[in-house]
């Protein structure tokens, strides 16, 4: 079964756009620490208004557009 999910893994995200494996790999880490996050401006704002009982942070990514998350406690 790990070999099967490595495998689709390595598959998709050889498929992918540098930003779609960014923003990929990033939810996948994300829902199992119960946490949002964020690439961009729209969702960042959708993602902060939600962040009501957690802790918001935002960055700048590496090519310039705006990052953020919201932990859940």
Same mark, same amino acid.
Request: overall charge neutral; glycine content about 8%.
């Given at each position: 079964?790990?070999?099967?999910?490595?495998?689709?893994?390595?598959?998709?995200?050889? =498929?992918?756009?540098? &930003?779609?494996?960014?923003?990929?790999?990033?939810?996948?880490?994300?829902?199992?620490?119960? $946490?949002?996050? /964020?690439?961009? =401006?729209?969702?960042? &704002?959708?993602?902060?208004?939600?962040?009501?009982?957690?802790?918001?942070?935002?960055?700048? $990514?590496?090519? /310039?557009?705006?990052?953020?998350?919201?932990?859940?406690?």
């Amino acid at each position: 079964m790990k070999l099967l999910f490595t495998l689709a893994m390595t598959i998709t995200l050889t =498929a992918c756009s540098h &930003t779609a494996k960014r923003e990929l790999v990033g939810s996948l880490v994300a829902g199992a620490a119960d $946490t949002k996050v /964020g690439y961009n =401006a729209q969702q960042c &704002t959708t993602i902060e208004m939600r962040c009501v009982e957690g802790d918001y942070q935002q960055w700048q $990514t590496s090519d /310039g557009t705006e990052g953020c998350s919201c932990k859940r406690y």
